[in-house]
């Protein structure tokens, strides 16, 4: 199937300088339409090694707000990711609504890199293909764009481009053991992106076939691509502005709840009748005036030891330490014996 595709397709470079400027600012001023009409966007672009990839996200990520738009490359999945299903790290990648997120790798590397390096098992990558088109089923009918891109260059081509990166110091980099198997494991790659384009090309999110041989070429089909996709969407949802997304239409449904709860709603008090014989039959408790009395504590029969130890350092005895003490704990006695008129002192006789 890709090999009867037209390869030689081509654009001088004046028409493209003019075309691109004309497409870049539609695709800026369409991505604020897909704002306020709360529409998210997901770019899936996938290709060969050195088939011009990563220049056309460059050129994607020129004039489009940054603020609604998000880059995100997947490489090798980590530890962390590997414990989860392999849609999850895409999962957590997609786009709000009104948003736009761009994959360079997707989660087609499951049926490709996965498959061709002979990193998953047959029978995971085989059931791959129904995950992933119910995967993007459920994305469509949750009111998202998918747009997905094969960017296909010929084995010859890919040859020639390698070579280019081998004289050149500064992508002489790019140039990996994974490309250079890629290249030489052509023919089973070949069919692993055929098998791929038929089993996942659906309706609702079809494929685009770029010939990449021209550069130029390659990027002012994505550009068309996605800004008619994008229009597409639109109007839909002019024709049909019931279509919201779930997220969407959860959010609004959240707040319009939560407004209904912050509003102040004064109660209204319904007025109560009390008859005579309700307030005969009523008993209302006497208050008693009393006054509680203080709980007084025991008076312990002994002197505490720490009272016995204050004493003997005062030098007194332990009788006379007893009386101290109950002197001290009735003040009233205390002042009656003071009260008392002293005896005289008795006259002693000296023989």
Known sequence: MLELLDLDKKVTKPVYSARMEKLQASLRGLQYAAQQAQIPVAVCIEGWSACGRDEVVKKLSEKLDPRLCRFRTFVAPSSLERRYHFLWRYQMALPNDGEMTVYDHSWYSRVLVERCERLTKKKAWRAAFEQMNEFERWLTDDGQVILKFWLHISKAEQRRRFRAYKNDPVRRARLTKEYRRQHRQYPRWLKAVEEMLQKTGTAHAPWTVVEAHDLRWARIRVFETIIKSIEDALKHRRAHPEAVSRSAAAVAASRATASED??????????????????????????????????????????????????????????????????????????????????????????
Do not use: I, M, Y
């Open 262 to 351: 912050t509003v102040f709603k004064p109660a209204v008090s319904k007025p109560v009748v009390v008859s005579k014989a309700s307030v005969r039959k009523s008993t209302v408790p006497a208050v008693s005036r009393e006054l509680p009395k203080k709980t007084q504590r025991p008076k312990s029969a002994a002197p505490s030891a720490q009272r016995k130890k204050r004493s003997r350092r005062l030098g007194v005895g332990g009788a006379a330490a007893g009386g101290l003490l109950e002197s001290s704990k009735s003040p009233v006695a205390d002042t009656q014996r003071h009260d008392e008129p002293t005896p005289p002192p008795a006259e002693v006789t000296v023989a």
